[in-house]
């Protein structure tokens, strides 16, 4: 089904629209990524036939790049506008790595505009390990180091055009690696490599992103929508059995763990999609009986 790419009012968000469905399907992306991220798995599901699906790139990366300063409160104040432009009271919501942070604060900010929640390897500061742990350490610095390149940038120190990245395409690219023979590891090193995202994303957005990803999140026992979660079996960013454990503070939850590093997505694309359509279809079920 054809994505339409729409613009929230006249500012720098952009999003695609996918089906006609009376009722919404939000889906976030992670860090330095963009809504490519989802291509495959609405091209290869039934969720547009049955949801009208939203795939926002995230104020400052993909098609929606700024330089000025951004918090995750600024995108759940995006999503909220983006539901009201496209006519929705409310959504199932769900993303990956950091969008999956991001949706857990628009549930916990709107929680009567989530009627589900989908996290895909959510990051629990505290269960961080290796880079991402130190970085959660020292979070403060980000803020002085971004305000730096801000400032950079406002004397005209910034890239005047960035590449696109397809991150369908570079997913089947990994695959088809994986598939002769290659390091697992060491092929889906390259999706958290800095130096390759930083040739997508600008400089102060990836250090914003950065420290929103490890930003600690409120209490989990907070959220009030049914909540798929899945997490990868391998510790690239941290320890899953811990992270199941906090998570398990989540009243209404269903926990899958996927045999991943941690991009589902590329890994593991089937498993993806049949843990989502069957999650959905339950909610479904509920909302019919209701």
């Not at 039934?46 to 700024?66: C, E, I, Y």
Request: charged share 25%.
């Amino acid at each position: 089904m054809e994505q339409e790419m729409r613009r929230l009012g006249a500012g720098p968000v952009h999003f695609r629209r996918v089906g006609r469905a009376d009722r919404a399907l939000v889906l976030l992306h992670g860090l330095a990524s963009n809504g490519s991220r989802w291509n495959e798995l609405i091209r290869n599901s039934s969720l547009a036939k049955r949801w009208t699906v939203l795939v926002p790139d995230l104020r400052g990366q993909g098609s929606s790049v700024v330089r000025e300063p951004i918090r995750s409160e600024d995108w759940v104040a995006d999503l909220a506008a983006m539901l009201d432009q496209e006519g929705f009271a409310d959504c199932v919501i769900g993303g990956h790595c950091l969008g999956a942070n991001v949706a857990a604060r628009f549930a916990l900010r709107f929680p009567e505009r989530v009627r589900g929640l989908i996290l895909i390897e959510p990051m629990v500061a505290e269960t961080l390990s290796g880079a991402l742990a130190m970085l959660a350490r020292a979070r403060g610095l980000l803020g002085p180091l971004t305000a730096a390149v801000l400032a950079a940038n406002r004397l005209g120190l910034r890239r005047r055009s960035l590449p696109t990245l397809n991150l369908e395409q570079l997913d089947r690219e990994t695959r088809r690696k994986m598939a002769e023979g290659r390091d697992r590891q060491a092929l889906t090193r390259r999706y958290g490599s800095p130096l390759h995202d930083l040739r997508y994303v600008p400089v102060a957005s990836y250090l914003q992103s950065l420290r929103e990803t490890v930003r600690p999140m409120p209490p989990w026992n907070g959220l009030r929508a049914s909540t798929l979660v899945l997490l990868s079996s391998g510790s690239r960013f941290g320890d899953c059995g811990r992270t199941q454990s906090l998570l398990r503070a989540i009243p209404s939850h269903s926990i899958a763990v996927v045999e991943a590093e941690h991009w589902i997505h590329a890994e593991e694309p089937q498993a993806l999609r049949l843990h989502i359509e069957h999650w959905l279809g339950s909610l479904e079920t509920v909302d019919a009986d209701d």
